[in-house]
């Protein structure tokens, strides 16, 4: 039964940070859930997609389970009995992407029911308020101390309804109940491409494992060796990130100890007895690829918790081959499939979008906060291209180079496509990612000479 494979995480909420959780706390949440070489490239006589939430949603109405679906598409909230769609109501705010506070999206289940919760940092208090993972909760209007409604247009990643539906949610939602959190991004948006007559044929590429698709529609170009697992090195850092941002408030101080550096100490400026904001540590994490960095942030939230909330939260978003060990690459049973990629490219994009600006070099919102890293190298093919949305770049001996990769791409009409392209295994050379620099260069040229404008 899918039930049994549902991911359960624990947290807290930006802005709903509730008295009754205390951070010293935190560890103690529990967490109950559910080598081939590549040949020249043969064009596929079969059109193919990859899946999207919306499958999970078609399993669950067929195996008649009762589930809470969040459709941020629609602004619905809508209750599923037996796989009956029974009632929905509007959801009249909700997180987005900018400044951090993007709804989780993904497949999870109610943690908690509080009929009046109280954030601390935000003195709000949110009437019947379902708790479905990390700092995101699905609540009523909320309510300073003094009475006062809140009236703001976004939130902090949470959900917001009336008072009167919030209820009704409320006294629908069981405890354990799967609650599929889905987004117009993050599912398939059914653009078809005409494959030309005179498919040229795709180039030799020197990663065995790599697969083209277009983040949007879910449409593959092509794919070698896509579903086998590979290390894949310093990629691991995206979902280190992730797990921070949904977890963490940013704006905590980190004391940075010896014992969190003692296996690296290589970043410059992030050395033992400094202190620095949670959101600055994201620079040198995902510019420079700092092993350091990926260290400190685990440590501060407790290493192994970490690792497993990056497992489940794989679980959640579709990466079904996919395994973590350690928050930095370094260790290479860090493994993953192309297609598993994919999904975190396709979650990066759409709910987590600053990280992909941070790896571009760019700045984003830090609360105001100024950032101690400065000048720092960028390890990222492509960082400068034109076209290049954003993405990651990996490097250790057992992996040899890997890399998500995102282009904004032409069509002839003039509208715009964003595809990903992700190669794992490719050789390097002296550890820098020459041939896969090279795949990749190929492969946007045969795509604009097939699909898109040069």
Request: net charge negative; glycine share 8%.
């Amino acid at each position: 039964m899918i039930i049994s494979g549902l991911l359960v995480l624990g947290g807290l909420c930006l802005f709903s940070f509730f008295i009754f959780q205390q951070i010293d706390d935190i560890s103690n949440i529990e967490l109950p859930f559910i080598q081939i070489r590549q040949s020249i490239y043969q064009p596929e006589t079969e059109t193919f997609y990859l899946e999207d939430l919306g499958e999970i949603k078609e399993k669950f109405i067929l195996e008649k389970e009762s589930f809470m679906e969040a459709d941020l598409s629609e602004m619905k909230i809508k209750i599923y009995q037996e796989g009956i769609l029974e009632k929905e109501f509007p959801i009249f705010t909700r997180g987005v992407p900018d400044r951090w506070g993007g709804t989780s999206l993904g497949l999870y289940q109610i943690l908690s029911k509080n009929s009046l919760a109280y954030s601390v940092l935000a003195d709000s208090y949110m009437p019947w308020s379902l708790h479905f993972y990390g700092k995101y909760y699905i609540h009523g209007d909320n309510y300073y101390s003094g009475g006062r409604p809140e009236t703001l247009e976004i939130t902090g990643g949470c959900l917001r309804l009336n008072d009167i539906n919030a209820k009704v949610v409320y006294n629908s939602a069981k405890i354990g109940m799967p609650v599929l959190a889905t987004d117009k991004g993050f599912e398939n948006d059914g653009y078809e491409y005409s494959v030309p007559k005179r498919l040229t044929e795709f180039p030799q590429i020197s990663a065995p494992n790599y697969l083209v698709a277009d983040l949007d529609s879910g449409f593959v170009f092509a794919k070698k060796n896509y579903q086998e697992q590979m290390p894949i090195a310093s990629l691991t850092k995206l979902m280190t990130a992730i797990i921070v941002a949904e977890i963490v408030d940013l704006r905590k101080s980190i004391f940075v100890t010896s014992e969190m550096l003692e296996a690296l100490k290589s970043t410059e400026g992030l050395t033992a007895g400094k202190t620095f904001k949670a959101v600055e540590l994201f620079y040198p994490l995902l510019i420079e690829s700092s092993n350091d960095a990926a260290e400190v942030l685990s440590r501060f939230l407790g290493r192994e918790w970490t690792i497993n909330l990056m497992n489940k939260k794989a679980e959640a978003i579709l990466m079904k081959e996919t395994k973590f060990t350690d928050p930095s690459g370094l260790d290479s049973q860090n493994v993953s499939t192309a297609q598993d990629l994919f999904h975190l490219a396709r979650y990066v994009l759409n709910v987590r979008p600053m990280f992909l600006e941070i790896g571009r070099g760019g700045e984003v919102w830090t609360f105001g906060l100024p950032i101690s890293f400065q000048n720092l190298e960028n390890k990222n093919i492509f960082f400068e291209a034109p076209d290049f949305i954003g993405g990651k770049t990996g490097f250790i001996t057992a992996s040899q180079s890997t890399g998500i990769f995102i282009f904004r791409l032409s069509l002839k009409d003039g509208s715009e496509r964003r595809i990903a392209i992700i190669g794992l295994g490719a050789e390097a050379v002296d550890g820098f990612p020459v041939n896969l620099e090279k795949d990749v260069e190929k492969i946007l040229d045969w795509l604009k000479e097939n699909y898109f404008t040069q």
